[in-house]
């Protein structure tokens, strides 16, 4: 089985609970031979057994007793089941009769237990999510708030995809500084981001996201059929799509 994690830049959050739940039968089995041109001591996966199989965000996390792998997609990330392609994996993991091979991603092995590192509560798909520190750190914030959607500290899984479609659901201008931005938007924009992502996740498996897009990739705007402003914005430049008379600029 190939897994091609997103044809349209970096995966985000659903995409990687997807590939989670893909290599969910490998949990708890033993790791005989690992290769590839990961730079991480392969030798150390060998004859361990994989305890847990979690995502942080867009980090896939591959969990042993007393480290674990963070595997990062990038933006051409893909995996195999059971096949390979002709090129060199960047990790292959050998099983008794299974395998599982990585390309075009970038790995490290973190000599430390995953709840030392990562910050639950920040992952909009996880249980642990807390919407009031997120809340307080939107408050705080004097960003743009296309920034701080892609900012992986306070909405860790939102991607490029997401911001821009929870921006336009929520009438909110990519420009607005989050500090300026009404209390009552904000928590609108915290419960849009977290229910738009269980909805990507939803679409993706079933092959539909796409035709759920309200603005990415558009020309037109859905609600007043006026052209659409595309825009790379924020720090990461990262393409935005918004209409100049629906979303509210708050400045």
């Known amino acids: ?20 739940e893909a290599i969910k039968d490998f949990k708890n089995k033993k790791i005989l031979k690992a290769s ?11 004859n361990k057994k994989i305890i847990d199989i979690k995502t942080w965000g867009k980090h896939l996390l591959i969990c042993f007793d007393g480290f674990f792998l963070r595997i990062h ?3 051409f990330g893909t995996y195999r089941i059971n096949e390979r392609k002709e090129a060199k994996p960047r990790l292959q993991l050998k099983f008794s009769k299974t395998e599982i ?4 991603c970038a790995i490290l092995l973190i000599e430390k237990d995953p709840n030392e590192v990562y910050d639950w509560t920040a ?10 520190k997120a809340l307080q750190k939107i408050k705080k914030s004097g960003l743009m708030v296309c920034d701080v959607l892609l900012d992986q500290t306070m909405f860790s899984g939102v991607g490029n995809i997401i911001k821009n479609e929870v921006l336009f659901r929520t009438s909110i201008h990519p420009k607005s500084k989050t ?33 759920h897009w309200l603005i990415y990739t558009k020309k037109i705007c859905p609600r007043c059929n006026i052209q659409l402003h595309k825009e790379w914005l924020g720090k990461t430049k990262r393409r935005t799509f918004f209409c100049n ?3 509210v600029l708050y400045k």
């Open 101 to 104: 091979n990585f390309y075009t």
């Open 73 to 75: 997609f990038l933006m």
């Open 179 to 211: 500090n300026k931005i009404p209390l009552k938007q904000q928590r609108a924009l915290i419960k849009d981001a977290v229910q738009y992502s269980f909805d990507f996740l939803k679409w993706k498996k079933a092959f539909v996201l796409k035709k």
């Open 36 to 46: 590839g041109n990961a730079k991480i001591d392969l030798h150390k996966l060998e």
């Open 1 to 20: 089985m190939v897994q091609v994690l997103s044809g349209t830049g970096m995966p985000e959050g659903p995409s990687i609970i997807i590939a989670k």
């Open 123 to 132: 992952d909009t798909l996880n249980k642990e999510w807390d919407p009031t």
């Open 245 to 247: 008379n629906c979303q």
